[in-house]
């Protein structure tokens, strides 16, 4: 009986063993997910997708993340760029007054032994016209202030990157070192000369647009004295 015993064991064992050694391990494999055919993004832009590195088998490992066939005056990275799947991750395109047009970029993710790749069109459109490119121009200012009416040519540009942005130089008698910044709202036809010092004299100042004319109210501080101004601008 003794021995019968031995043998079922016996059995079992070399059973055992067969199984677990016919078991293969899953080789690591992984991949991109979420990612769209096309990314849009205008020519000074700022577009973030989510994307997903998946686990599909296997133990993981580190992957990296890459990308290639990016234009000129685009630039992209990934948040995370190397991590342990399954993560998030957040592929941001940034456009820097870009060529418009359709590239193919390649995104890769790569472990030590082997990459996978997956392909987007990058479609750059043109930014909407921005409302300050209406306003430039060469101005005359003509109005009382409280120390002597102006009457002087400024020269308005846009402040770019910026939206809704207006560089104003030559505010204030002429001087057209002083440059100072205003946004403008194009629904509310208004203006705001936020507080700012230029050449050691604080600026501040709000006023009204209305096609080609410009009336401004500001005020002026200096280190010994104020000056407040009821300006208008008028387009040449």
Not at 137 to 157: F, K, M, S, W
Request: proline content about 6%.
């Amino acid at each position: 009986m003794k021995y019968i015993w031995v043998a079922v064991a016996l059995l079992c064992l070399w059973g055992c063993k067969k199984d677990g050694g016919n078991t293969a391990k899953q080789p690591f494999t992984y991949g991109l997910s979420g990612l769209p055919d096309t990314i849009y993004a205008e020519q000074l832009d700022t577009v973030e997708t989510a994307l997903m590195a998946d686990l599909l088998s296997g133990d993981a490992a580190q992957l990296s993340l890459q990308v290639s066939g990016l234009p000129n005056a685009v630039g992209a990275s990934f948040s995370p760029m190397v991590a342990m799947p399954p993560f998030a991750v957040n592929f941001r395109i940034v456009t820097q007054y870009a060529d418009t047009g359709n590239y193919v970029l390649t995104l890769s993710a790569s472990d030590s032994k082997s990459s996978v790749e997956s392909k987007v069109v990058l479609r750059v459109v043109p930014n909407p016209v921005n409302p300050s490119f209406f306003l430039t121009g060469h101005y005359r200012e003509q109005g009382p202030c409280v120390l002597g009416a102006v009457d002087d040519t400024v020269n308005i540009t846009e402040e770019k990157p910026f939206f809704n942005k207006l560089r104003l130089s030559g505010l204030w008698h002429g001087n057209p070192t002083n440059s100072i910044v205003a946004d403008i709202d194009p629904e509310n036809h208004s203006l705001m000369i936020p507080p700012q010092v230029v050449n050691g004299v604080t600026f501040t100042g709000e006023g009204t647009i209305n096609g080609t004319q410009i009336d401004i109210r500001y005020k002026v501080s200096l280190s010994f004295s104020e000056d407040s101004c009821s300006v208008q601008l008028t387009k040449f």
